[in-house]
C-alpha cells in the first residue's frame, strides 16, 4: 500500500495541485489579442471579399451585440469580454486596419463600459456583402477567429449557375504566386552559421518563379528583395494580381537537431469552426462547396509538390526526409482566395541541412522539384 501511494497517489496528487493552481491564476487573467491579419481583393471572382482574422492568448468568449440596419447599411457588433490589446505592435496593425479605404469598415478597440473588452465592428453595404465568423487553433496554444465579408454578387452568379465552378482558379491556372517566406527585418529561424531562413527562402523562389516562366506561365512574387512584408500585404498582392495558385516557400526550425526533412501544409477546412453567419443555407452550400473544391485542389497539389521535392533531394542524404503532408491554418493560406499550400524545404536547425540549403546545386533541386509538383497537377 505504501508503495501505490509513494509511486501512484502522491505524484496524481502533486499533477492536480499544479492543474489547479495554473488555472486559478491564469483563469481570471485578461485575454490579450496578439495579432489582427486583414486579407483583401479587389477581384471580382473571389467569393470573399476580405477576411479578417484575430490571434488570441487562449479561449476567448464572444458576445453578438445588436445589429443595426439604416437602408442597406448595416453595422454588425462582436464583444469580447475581458479581452485587451497586447502590444504596439498589435496596436499598429489595427491602426492600419482603421486607415484602411474601401466600400466597407472595421473598427477594433477597448471600452470600459458597459464592460471591458474589445469591440469588433462591422460596417458595409448589406446588399453587397454577407458576414460571417468561424473559430480555430493555431500554434503556440493561441487561439483564432476569423470573420469573413462574402461577395454577395458572386453568390448570386453562382446560385443562378445551380452552382456550377466559375471560379477559373480551381481548373486553369496561368498565374502563380510565389512566396518566399520572411525578408527584411523578419528573418526568420536562424541556422548554422548564421544562415538565415529569409536568404533561403529568396532564392529557391526565385528559381521556381523562373522555372514556371520557362514553362508558360505568368509568376507573381511577394517579394523579389530582401524586403519587410506582412502576411496580409502577401495575399492581397496575390489575390489582386488574379493568381490561380499560391506557394508559399519556408525553412523549417526545431529544438532536437535531428529533425530533418521536407513537410507541406495545405488548409483544411474541418479546422474551423462556424459560429455565426448572415448567408442563407443555399448561399452557405455554395460557400462550403467552392472551399471544399480549393482544399481538395490545395491538397492535390501539396501531394505532388512533396512527393517531387523528395524526390529531387533524396540523393543528397542517407536518412528519410519525407514528413509527409499536414495541415494547418496557416495565414498565407487562410487569406489568398486561390488553391494554396506552404512548404518547408528542410531543417535550417539540423547541421547538414542547413549547408545543404544554402547550396545553389540543392536549392535548384528544391526549386526543380516544386515546379514539377505544380506541372504534374495543373491544366492549360
Known sequence: MSKIIEHFLVPLFVIVSMLYAFNSFSGDGPVRLHKVYHHTTQSPVHLE????SCYFSGDVQMQEMKHTKQCNA???????????????????????LRDYNDSYTITIEEITAPAKGILVVFNFDNAKFALSYEQFDSISLQKGVVFRLYN???????EQRNNQPVLRTLWHPKCIAIDPGHGGLDCGATGHGGIQEKDICLAIGTKVGNLLEQHGFSVVMTRKSDATVGLDERTAYANNNHADLFVSIHANWAPNQRAVGVETFCLKPSLLQRRFSQLSDAQQNVCVNAQQQRADYS???AQAVQ????DAVAPFHNELIDRKVKHSVSQVLLGTQAPAILVEVG??????EVLLLNNA???NSVARGICDGILSVVTF
Open 152 to 158: 454577395k454578387e458572386l453568390l448570386k452568379k453562382l
Open 307 to 310: 512527393r517531387h521535392v523528395c
Open 299 to 301: 491538397c492535390a497539389l
Open 49 to 52: 471579399r476580405a477576411n479578417l
Open 361 to 363: 546545386e540543392y536549392q
Open 74 to 96: 448595416q453595422s454588425c457588433a462582436f464583444f469580447f469580454p475581458k479581452a485587451i490589446i497586447n502590444s504596439d505592435e498589435c496596436q499598429a496593425m489595427i491602426q492600419n
Open 347 to 352: 531543417f535550417v536547425s539540423h547541421p547538414k
